[in-house]
């Protein structure tokens, strides 16, 4: 596929180094010279110099023969006017657009968008999609990600295995005769935030981030078996009161009405904004870093904090703030990727990066086939997608054992009219199965090439 992106920022970046690195032809516009500098630097993608929205630079990218065009540059008029530029000049069949400005995004302005008006054909909305990632966080204490899949039959959970596991020095072949009854298949594992390539005889060790797939009816128990018993969040307190933050607290007002959620903001005139907004949320004017405010907040008593301020600094120290003040657990927002791995070693619970969950949201539009979803699991690590088997699959028909699947690809989960299959060694995929199947990322174009024929998976 040929795919322009318009903007090369921390997003536009994650997405054109997926997307070449699956070999599509990638062209990237921005306006920064460093920025489309290191595209050209780092990734087999073309990056060019000029603004994003106007024909002549679309025409110098290529626009005219562009299979999609993903807009996801800082300004949602740009990114608009880039996709109606898109449409009406040069006829590209795909067009998606990163937009933040929630005004844009009322369902009483939802035609604005059709292609009579704005030929916009999937929005993005960020702020969004990161408050729905921290409220599946919430919904299982103790998982560092939870992502629901096949009408929520199965789940994928990350946990991080702590000295009280039960499962530290277990071998992989060993789970399914210590819990014979508990369908549960590890489909990732990270050591020091190194991918570990599974077999049967690898040990789960203290300190090692697992992903495993299991039904959704037995995820309590899953969780107990890799010492993860927390309590449900009771008391919710959020660091900052912008945009995620406000979307995040309207989640938690609905889906969670027993949850009692307080919100920190710096700004007196942002603080009473978001008061007005929502209905059953405390928003108290302060500083996140100071104790008197956290104690005001009622930090002792509560169960999670979620740092969301602008400023990375602020979520890390906030976060630890809060934690040594009382509360239980930690949810992070980082922007920046070079964090990661320092901040794991301060106790920091879950990390949220907003440009991982943004680049998944978008890849799911740009698969190939017949896909529901598609998740980035950590950076660099793998995808979780979740397809539809077609009867002309190799997939199709023969036990899992007989199948030769990439290195590094594994099935997690099969779902058949609506019932959950814990895939075997003598389990057979049948035609419009629901597949979950993760791939690490450098075998993610080996599958879409193996199977681009006769299995529409991507």
């Given at each position: 596929?040929k795919?322009?992106?318009?903007?090369?920022?921390?997003?536009?970046?994650?997405?054109?180094r997926?997307?070449?690195?699956?070999?599509?032809?990638?062209?990237?516009?921005?306006?920064?010279?460093?920025?489309?500098?290191?595209?050209?630097?780092?990734?087999?993608?073309?990056?060019?110099?000029?603004?994003?929205s106007?024909?002549?630079?679309l025409?110098r990218?290529?626009?005219g023969?562009?299979?999609?065009?993903?807009?996801?540059?800082?300004?949602d008029?740009?990114?608009?006017?880039a996709?109606?530029?898109?449409?009406?000049v040069?006829?590209?069949?795909?067009k998606?657009?990163?937009?933040?400005?929630?005004?844009?995004l009322d369902p009483?302005?939802?035609?604005?968008?059709?292609?009579?008006h704005?030929p916009?054909?999937?929005?993005?909305?960020?702020e969004?999609?990161?408050?729905?990632?921290?409220?599946?966080?919430?919904?299982?204490?103790?998982?560092?990600e939870?992502?629901?899949?096949?009408?929520d039959?199965?789940?994928l959970?990350?946990?991080?295995?702590?000295?009280?596991?039960?499962l530290?020095?277990?071998?992989?072949?060993e789970?399914?005769?210590?819990?014979?009854?508990?369908?549960?298949?590890?489909v990732?594992?990270?050591?020091?935030?190194?991918?570990?390539?599974?077999?049967?005889?690898?040990?789960i060790?203290?300190?090692?981030?697992?992903y495993?797939?299991?039904?959704?009816?037995?995820l309590s128990?899953?969780?107990?078996?890799?010492?993860?018993e927390?309590?449900?969040?009771?008391?919710l307190l959020?660091?900052?009161?912008?945009?995620?933050?406000l979307?995040?607290?309207?989640?938690?007002?609905?889906?969670?009405p027993?949850?009692?959620?307080?919100?920190?903001?710096?700004s007196?005139?942002?603080?009473?904004?978001v008061a007005?907004m929502?209905?059953?949320?405390?928003?108290?004017?302060?500083?996140?870093?100071?104790p008197?405010?956290?104690?005001?907040a009622?930090?002792?008593?509560?169960?999670?904090?979620?740092?969301?301020?602008?400023?990375?600094?602020?979520?890390?120290l906030?976060?630890?703030?809060?934690?040594r003040?009382g509360?239980s657990?930690?949810?992070t927002l980082?922007?920046?990727?070079t964090?990661?791995p320092?901040v794991?070693?301060?106790?920091?619970?879950?990390?949220?990066?907003?440009?991982n969950?943004t680049?998944?949201?978008?890849?799911?539009?740009?698969?190939?086939?017949?896909i529901?979803?598609?998740?980035?699991?950590?950076?660099?690590?793998?995808?979780?997608?979740?397809?539809?088997?077609?009867?002309?699959?190799?997939l199709?028909?023969a036990?899992?054992?007989d199948i030769k699947?990439?290195?590094?690809?594994?099935?997690?989960?099969?779902?058949?009219?609506?019932?959950?299959?814990?895939?075997?060694g003598?389990?057979?995929?049948q035609?419009?199965?629901?597949?979950?199947l993760?791939?690490?990322?450098e075998?993610?174009?080996?599958?879409?090439?193996?199977?681009?024929v006769?299995?529409?998976?991507?």
């Amino acid at each position: 596929m040929k795919i322009l992106i318009c903007g090369a920022g921390q997003v536009g970046y994650n997405i054109a180094r997926h997307l070449a690195m699956e070999g599509n032809d990638v062209v990237v516009v921005d306006q920064s010279p460093d920025l489309v500098r290191r595209i050209n630097d780092s990734l087999d993608a073309q990056g060019i110099v000029g603004h994003a929205s106007r024909p002549d630079v679309l025409e110098r990218a290529g626009a005219g023969d562009a299979d999609m065009l993903i807009a996801v540059t800082q300004t949602d008029e740009v990114n608009m006017v880039a996709c109606q530029v898109a449409h009406s000049v040069f006829e590209v069949p795909m067009k998606i657009a990163r937009i933040r400005n929630q005004s844009y995004l009322d369902p009483a302005w939802a035609n604005l968008f059709s292609r009579e008006h704005l030929p916009i054909d999937v929005i993005i909305s960020p702020e969004l999609e990161v408050a729905k990632a921290i409220g599946r966080r919430l919904l299982v204490p103790g998982c560092f990600e939870m992502i629901s899949l096949a009408e929520d039959k199965v789940r994928l959970l990350g946990v991080r295995c702590g000295a009280n596991c039960p499962l530290i020095n277990t071998r992989m072949r060993e789970l399914s005769q210590l819990f014979p009854s508990l369908n549960i298949i590890i489909v990732g594992m990270l050591r020091n935030d190194e991918p570990i390539r599974l077999t049967g005889d690898d040990h789960i060790l203290v300190g090692d981030d697992v992903y495993f797939v299991v039904e959704t009816s037995q995820l309590s128990r899953a969780m107990a078996a890799f010492g993860h018993e927390e309590p449900e969040t009771r008391r919710l307190l959020i660091c900052g009161a912008g945009s995620i933050a406000l979307q995040l607290a309207k989640l938690v007002e609905q889906d969670f009405p027993d949850v009692m959620v307080k919100i920190i903001e710096a700004s007196a005139e942002r603080a009473a904004a978001v008061a007005s907004m929502l209905s059953g949320t405390v928003v108290l004017h302060g500083d996140v870093l100071d104790p008197v405010i956290l104690e005001e907040a009622g930090v002792v008593t509560t169960d999670t904090v979620v740092a969301v301020t602008d400023d990375d600094e602020t979520n890390v120290l906030g976060s630890l703030l809060a934690k040594r003040h009382g509360a239980s657990r930690a949810i992070t927002l980082l922007n920046k990727e070079t964090y990661e791995p320092l901040v794991k070693t301060l106790g920091i619970d879950v990390i949220v990066s907003p440009r991982n969950i943004t680049a998944s949201t978008i890849l799911q539009h740009v698969r190939r086939g017949r896909i529901y979803s598609v998740h980035t699991l950590r950076e660099g690590f793998g995808e979780l997608i979740e397809a539809e088997a077609l009867e002309t699959s190799s997939l199709v028909g023969a036990p899992l054992r007989d199948i030769k699947l990439p290195p590094g690809v594994m099935v997690g989960a099969i779902v058949r009219n609506g019932d959950f299959i814990s895939p075997r060694g003598a389990t057979v995929i049948q035609n419009k199965d629901r597949v979950v199947l993760f791939a690490v990322s450098e075998a993610v174009r080996k599958v879409e090439r193996l199977f681009s024929v006769r299995l529409e998976y991507f």
